[in-house]
Nanobody
Framework: QVQPVESGGGLAQPGGSLRLSCAAS????????MGWYRQAPGKQRELVAS???????YYADSVKGRFTISRDNAKNTVSLQMNSLKPEDTAVYYC?????????WGQGTQVTVSS
């Protein structure tokens, strides 16, 4: 069983920065894709960014140029550096690890962008 655990959420002002991290605990043979999703109140969960084992990345249009995803394969961790934050980035952020055909979700961390 793989359990991702997020950290690093909190309150930021518009234009500010936050860094989210996610580490996997449990029995891990091989984590394939890693990603960050977010869910704002009243909205569906959406993919924000993802990264493959080889380092190929994907970003939602709304965060391109502002967010950067990175991973450490040896430590089974994934991070999301969020710069130039906007109020519309406010959401609960979840990390997800894919092991084979199974996805594992973290419990989420709140990010609030407000002055």
């Amino acid at each position: 069983q793989v359990q991702p655990v997020e950290s690093g959420g909190g309150l930021a002002q518009p234009g500010g920065s936050l860094r989210l991290s996610c580490a996997a605990s449990g029995s891990i043979f091989s984590i394939n894709g890693m990603g960050w999703y977010r869910q704002a109140p009243g909205k569906q969960r959406e993919l924000v960014a993802s990264i493959t084992t080889g380092g190929s990345t994907y970003y939602a249009d709304s965060v391109k140029g502002r967010f950067t995803i990175s991973r450490d394969n040896a430590k089974n961790t994934v991070s999301l550096q969020m710069n130039s934050l906007k109020p519309e980035d406010t959401a609960v952020y979840y990390c997800r690890f894919n092991v084979g055909a199974t996805g594992y979700w973290g419990q989420g961390t709140q990010v609030t962008v407000s002055s």
